[in-house]
């Protein structure tokens, strides 16, 4: 696998809200750095995180690889998604440390938009590490 494979299918992955497709991607041992702090290891805990891709409707993801190397890559994404429940909101608010957007249940749920890089690092034909960086907002109006 090269940074290209892996995109196509973190893709894909995404835009299917599929969890296996996107553990398939990793060896049993991987790690998956969401953040700089938080960290899943291994197909369980990498399908139990995405399994919060459920919680988003119409995900369309854009990428653009920046390095490719025999050993890894980079590349920079780009995903927009309709929130589609109260409790994806919360997870949003709570990630980002402020209150960006004045919410009120009940009040309708934004479109948002997050904007990240992804730095990925393979090893007998799948991902061994990969760490992201990203930002999200609601999509303005």
Not at 20 to 33: P, Q, V
Request: net charge negative; with cysteine.
């Amino acid at each position: 696998m090269d940074i290209e494979q892996f995109m196509h299918g973190y893709k894909e992955a995404w835009e299917k809200r599929d969890e296996g497709m996107f553990s398939a991607l990793f060896a049993a041992d991987a790690s998956y750095h969401n953040t700089p702090f938080a960290v899943q290891t291994g197909h369980a805990q990498l399908a139990e995180y995405w399994r919060r891709i459920k919680l988003q409707d119409d995900p369309q993801l854009t990428y653009e690889v920046l390095a490719s190397s025999a050993g890894g890559g980079i590349a920079h994404w780009h995903v927009t998604y309709q929130v589609a429940s109260e409790e994806l909101f919360q997870i949003w608010a709570r990630s980002t440390g402020t209150n960006l957007v004045a919410h009120n249940p009940g009040d309708p749920l934004p479109r948002m938009v997050l904007d990240g890089v992804l730095q990925a690092e393979f090893e007998g034909g799948l991902c061994k590490q990969c760490r992201i960086w990203w930002h999200s907002m609601p999509v303005p109006a």
